[in-house]
DNA sequence: AGTTGGCACTCAGTAGTGACGAGTGCCAGA
DNA sequence: TCTGGCACTCGTCACTACTGAGTGCCAACT
């Protein structure tokens, strides 16, 4: 019951923070919200999810401000989507419809994205070509040091050290080497990165078998390595000038921002492995594996013909953002696009 | 006499401003340079270059800052070229000489001018599409109004209406037509644009034939439309992240640059004419065509092999910039690029 | 004529101050 | 479990005074 409560408490101080910048204090808080209670019972609310980490105050006696944790819970479970408006959806398609082959699809993708969200927009080419896996070789150099080898369809070879966290034995890499084999082999690079990420274990669990984050590393170094060989993928980016709005926090935020748009090895893991059918990824500010970025958040999904994924677009932007309406814009933009290939 | 030393001091000036960001003050200047006179002399001086429009004082009781004219002249006559270092020569080289393809050299070029300057580069691809001016009419609709007519080898026909400042009598319209033919039939548009500027009397002197800039109108009305045709040109930008240094004047300056960078037919227009053999083009200020990028300058020169400007490069920056430095650093990338097309 | 020192003046920037108010945490009572 | 009240914190704002860099001008000097 109050931990309803809590989280509309919660799901109000994001909403008024994405719009209006400040922190958000209990008192305009039930004003401007129509929870039918007093300030006192929501500072209440607001200590507890203070100290489950949700909202921090930025200096004592300012209202609160959503943490990374705090959006997380929002975008995940919070957030109603917000449907595009009938105008919105004529706008989109009559913007696509013009298109006359792929580069001005994509080209014209990227506008209308960064239009829509006001954010930076990122589409990747839809890749033509579809490199797989062709095998995966795991060799222990010594108990807590593994020699990763990865050969491509196309000939090329691979080789990461990965410095284990732990110890591992023989059982448990044949085990590993195992599940790695059946995961990504035989599969287009984008697939084979996601397949990878989702066989390791979420949580390893305590017991006997637990892996003190060794396949977590195991893995994450091949995901690397492969998505290094997508570099040769083509991205168009576009909005840069939206940009200008951050304001204040300037050469923290958008310094990197710009060095990694320039980057599009790192955009291309930035958008991260591509996911389809109108699920779209939002990674978080250091959810990401780029600190300088830890104040900007990527909202990305992938599209292609017949709902197989080719490429991935999405947008970059601050954390503090409008994530159901972007997340919709993002979605809308994927279908249309993937409808427009489909027709081609 | 005395001439001397005001030209000096304005150079003083400059060069200050550009390393400190900072008005320069009389007394500052005397202490910092070596002119043998004292601060009340400067004060004169000072006083005399503002009347002529070289410097200003942001507010009263501050130092002085150069002026888009100040530059000018300081770019014009005051400025020594700063030759590159060894280092330097040898860093551009062996940079250059590593690139695979010709994708490649435009890809590092921009990189490492970016670099070499700090400023955000912009190289412009080699074009191979050559199309030529076929004929260009020019036909009076009434006194002051005229249309101008513009056929490409490729077939393509551009027609614009030009509004005179002055009429224009039947004799000086044969007159400027066969002007205009002379210069740019027959050419390639780069070229034809060139012709075509350097055919315009730079002041249109008094006397029964000034024109009262009826010439320049038309000419730019052509150039223009010309330049339009070069926008399937591709052109290749880098070094973007150096926007985060302009601190201050933030949304003013950079948000129309970010902008400027998306609209390449914008750039193609800033970089302006090819121009080649060592000169360097500078655009200050406000003499550019945009008056949003009226605190930016471009510094470009053209490019290609065997002394022919195939393409251009250059960098954008703000108007306070190391003028010297940054030509040297164009005109040197630009020459070890065109020397590689050579060989290529 | 050109240069210099002196002087009064301007004005942006920089504390320092005090009032204000938004916001919090906590507690006693409903 | 919620609410009202209260004391407390602390950033922001407006105001003040001060400082100092810099100017313009003038009279004197070379």
Redesign the pocket.
């Known amino acids: ?2 931990e309803d ?1 809590r989280l509309a408490v919660l799901r109000a101080i994001v909403e008024d923070y994405v719009a209006t910048e400040e922190p ?5 808080l039930v004003e401007r919200h129509g929870l039918g ?5 929501v ?2 609310d ?2 507890v999810l ?1 100290d489950e980490g949700y909202i921090t ?1 930025p ?6 401000v959503p943490t990374d944790k705090g959006y997380r819970l929002f975008v995940d479970r919070l957030s109603t989507v917000k449907p595009m408006t009938g105008a919105e959806k004529r706008a989109i398609s009559s913007f696509l419809d013009g298109a006359v082959d792929l580069d001005d699809v994509v080209t014209r993708s990227v506008r209308l994205l960064s239009q829509l969200t006001r954010q930076v927009a990122v589409v990747q080419y839809p890749t033509l070509s579809r490199s797989t896996v062709r095998h995966v070789e795991l060799v222990a150099l010594s108990p807590t040091r593994l020699l990763a080898v990865l050969i491509l369809s196309t000939g090329r070879v691979e080789q990461r050290l990965v410095e284990l966290p732990a110890e591992l034995s023989e059982d448990a890499l044949a085990d590993l080497r195992s599940q790695v084999l059946q995961a990504a082999t035989g599969q287009v690079i984008a697939d084979a990165v996601r397949r990878l990420r989702e066989a390791v274990p979420e949580s390893p669990g305590p017991g006997p078998d637990r892996d003190d984050g060794v396949t977590r590393a195991v893995v994450e170094t091949l995901a690397d390595a492969m998505e290094d060989h997508r570099s040769d993928e083509r991205i168009a980016v576009g909005g840069a000038a939206n940009l200008a709005r951050y304001g204040d926090s300037f050469d923290s935020a958008v310094r990197p921002l710009l060095e990694a748009l320039e980057e599009h090895v790192v955009l291309l893991k930035l958008l991260g492995e591509a996911t389809v059918g109108g699920t779209v990824t939002v990674r978080i500010g250091a959810e990401g594996p780029y600190e300088e970025l830890a104040s900007t958040s990527v909202v990305a999904t992938g599209y292609g013909p017949r709902d197989e994924a080719l490429a991935t677009l999405g947008i970059v932007g601050p954390t503090r953002m409008d994530y159901p309406g972007t997340m919709s814009a993002v979605r809308a933009v994927a279908r249309y696009v993937s409808r427009i290939l489909d027709e081609g």
Chains 1, 2 share one sequence.
């Open positions: 019951m109050q409560r958000v204090g209990s008192k305009a209670v007093s300030p006192a019972t500072r209440n607001m200590a203070e105050q200096h004592t006696s300012a209202g609160r």
